[in-house]
C-alpha cells in the first residue's frame, strides 16, 4: 500500500514538473550561446509485454542537436543527456559515448556524448552562418522502461559539459527539450579563454597520443605514442587501426608499418587526381581503415624505418612496472591531406580508434581529445623544450566482453591430499561440436600429481588408473581438457605454527616461448602476512589490491614452448615450465585458515589475462594423514628443468 502511494506520488510529481518545464518557450532563436536540443523522434512497445505499465520496454529514436550560435568555435563539444528510464543506447549515429562502452551501453543514469568525426562546431561568425558547419547531430536509438507516455520520454536534464559554458535549467514543449548553454564569465580574460580550448589529460588503461610534430599545406609528420598505464596489462603484437574521415593517405612511417600496402584507392580516386605528380609508388597506404602493426627488433636500426626511439618490439607492450622503457610504442607517420584542409592549420585527427593484441584484452577507445600541445626535449640537446604544433589524446580502457573465454587455467594441490584438482574442463572453451569422445559438462578427474607434466591427451590412463585406485566414479565418456596454452599449479606446501609456504609452478603447452612474461596472484586473507618469492622475482602490489608480481629473474625471463622429450615415440611432450616456492608468516595473520580456503589464490592472471580457477580446493580428511612422501609428489618438475 505504501509502496502504490509512493508510485503515485512520483507520477504526479513527474507530472507537475513536466507541466511546469514546458509551459517556457523553447530559447532556440533567442540563444546566443550553444544550443543543446534533444527531440523524441518516435518509438514503440516491445516484447515482452509487463503486467506492471512502469516497467514496460520501449524502443524510442532520438536526435540530438547541438548548435554553435556563439562567437567562437567550439572545440570538441561534448554533452549530458541524464536519461531517466533505465536507458539502453543500443546505437548511436554521429557521435559516440565519451566515456567508451560496449552495446547496448546502459546508460540510466546519464552519460555524455562527444560527435564523431565531427568533434568541432565553427561559429556563424567564421562560417557566414553556414549551419551545415555550426551544428552536429547524433541519432540515438535505444530501449527505455515506462508507460510510453509522452511525459515519460524525454531525459531529466539536458546540458554541454565543456568547461566554460553553464546551462540553465532546459525547457520542454511536446516532445522537444531544449537548453541554451552561455559561456560562463571569465575572471581573467581571454588568455583563460584560450587555455580552456583544450581539455586536460585524461587517465586510462592505455593513452595513445597523437601529435603533429610539423605541419606544411599538403601534409603533415605525426607522432604515435602508445603508453600503458595498467600495472597489469600487457600487449602483445599490437595492432591500431583507425578511420581516415577526410581522404587522407600515409606516405611514409617510420618504427611501425601498415599490416597492407594498398595504394589503388589512391592512383584511381580522388588523391591521384589532385596529386598528379606525385609517385604513388612510393606510398605507403591509401587504406580508409589502416591497421598498423610494429616492426621486429631487426629494423630498430633501420635508417629507412627504424631510428625512433622506443619503437619494433614486435608489438609487445610491458605493464610499467615491470620495466617502464618497455610500457610505449612509437611510431611517426607523414600524412598527405586532401582539399580543402590544404592549409598547414588546418588539422584533424583519424577517428574510431582500436587497439587490440594476442594474448591480450580488448580495449575500448574514446574519442581523439584535442589537449595542450605536447612538450617534448629539444633535438639538438639544448635545455629548452620543443612544443608539437597539436596533440590529440586517445583513452583506451579494458573491456571485457561476456563471452572471451580465459587463455590459462589453474589447478590446485596440496601437502595433505595426494589427488590434484586439475584445470576445469573446457576452462579455454571446448570443441562447439559435441563430441563423442569426451563429456564437456563433467567435472574434471581428480588426478596423481606426477600427471600434472603430461599433456592431456597422454594422461587419460594415468587418470582413470587413479580413479580406479581411488575408487572415484568416471563419467562415459570421460570429461574434456581444459584447452588451455598455459596452465598454473598451485600447491600448498606446508602449513606449520609460525607460516605456511606455497609452491608456484607456470606451465607453457604451445608451441611459442613466453618473453618477458609474468604473473600476478591475489590472496586475500594471507597477503599480510607474504614474505619471499624464492627462484622468480616477486613482490606484493597494491594495485590490484593484495597481489603477487612474478617475473623471471633479468635475462631469464623466458617461458619456453613445449617441447619433444629424447624419445618421442615412448615418452611424451614436454611442457616449458617455472618454479618457484613462496614464503607466508602468520605472525601477522595468527587467525589464517590455510587449508580451508585462505591458502589458495581468488584470481590469477598470466600476461595480463585472466586464469579459469577451480571451483573446489584440495580437501583434508577428517583423520589426521600427514603423508611425507606427497610433499615431494611435485619434485619432478624441479629435477626435469
Ligand atoms: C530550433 O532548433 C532546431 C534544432 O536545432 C532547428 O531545426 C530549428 O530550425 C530552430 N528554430 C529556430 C526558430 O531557430
Ligand atoms: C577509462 O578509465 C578511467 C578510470 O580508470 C576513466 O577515468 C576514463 O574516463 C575511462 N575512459 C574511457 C574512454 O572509457
Ligand atoms: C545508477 O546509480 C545507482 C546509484 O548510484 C546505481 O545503483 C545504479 O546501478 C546506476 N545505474 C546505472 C545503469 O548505471
Ligand atoms: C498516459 O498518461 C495519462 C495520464 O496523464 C493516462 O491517463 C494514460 O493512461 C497514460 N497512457 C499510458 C499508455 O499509460
Ligand atoms: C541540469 O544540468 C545543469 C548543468 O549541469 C545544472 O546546473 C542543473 O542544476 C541541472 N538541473 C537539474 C534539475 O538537475
Ligand atoms: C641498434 O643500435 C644500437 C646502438 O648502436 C645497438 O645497441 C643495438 O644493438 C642495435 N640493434 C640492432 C637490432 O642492430
Ligand atoms: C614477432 O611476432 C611474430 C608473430 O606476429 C612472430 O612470428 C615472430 O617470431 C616474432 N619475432 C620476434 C623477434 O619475436
Ligand atoms: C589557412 O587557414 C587560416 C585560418 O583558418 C587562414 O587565416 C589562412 O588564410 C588560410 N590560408 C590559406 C592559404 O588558405
Ligand atoms: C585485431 O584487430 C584487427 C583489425 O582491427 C583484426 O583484423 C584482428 O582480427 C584483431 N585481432 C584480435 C586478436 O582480436
Ligand atoms: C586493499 O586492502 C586493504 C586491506 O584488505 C584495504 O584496507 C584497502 O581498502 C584495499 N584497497 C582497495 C583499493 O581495495
Ligand atoms: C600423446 O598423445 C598424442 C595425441 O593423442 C599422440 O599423438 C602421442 O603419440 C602420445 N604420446 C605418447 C608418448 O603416448
Ligand atoms: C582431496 O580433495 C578432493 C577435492 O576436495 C576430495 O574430493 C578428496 O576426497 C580429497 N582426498 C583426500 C584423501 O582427502
Redesign the pocket.
Known sequence: MAMANNTLFLFVFSLSLYNSLSQQP?P??SCNGV?V?Y?YDGGYIIPPTETDPTNQAYRFESTL?V?NNGRETLKSWKSFVRFQYNELLVSITGGVLAVATVMPAPVGNGTELVGSPVTDLKSAIETAGDVTQM?AYIKLVGTQFGNGNLSSVLPANLSLSNEGYSCPVPSIQGNVM?VCCIVSELTDGGAYRLEQNFEPLQNGDLTIMYDVLSSYDTNYWAQVTISNHNPVGRLENWKLSWDWTREEFIYTMKGAYPHVLDTNDCIFGQQGQHYKELDFSQVLSCERRPTITDLPPTRANDSNLGRIPFCCRNGTILPPGMDPSKAMSIFQMQVYKMPPDLNRTALFPPQNWKINGTWSSDFECGVPVAVTPTQFPDPNGLPSEKSAVASWQVVCNVTHFKEQKPKCCVSFSAFYNDSVVPCRTCACGCNDNPSQTCNSNEPALLLPSRALLVPFENRTSDALDWASTKRFTVPNPPPCGDNCGVSINWHVLSDYRNGWTARITIFNWGENEFVDWFATVQLDKAMPGFEKVYSLNGSAITDPNNTIFMQGFKDLNYLLAETDRANPRKDPRIPGTQQSVISFTKKTTPLIKVAAGDGFPTKVLFNGEECALPSIIPSRTSRKTITANVIFGLLPVLLLL
Open positions: 523553447l532556440n532563436a544550443v536540443t527531440t542537436a548548435r551544428e531544449q
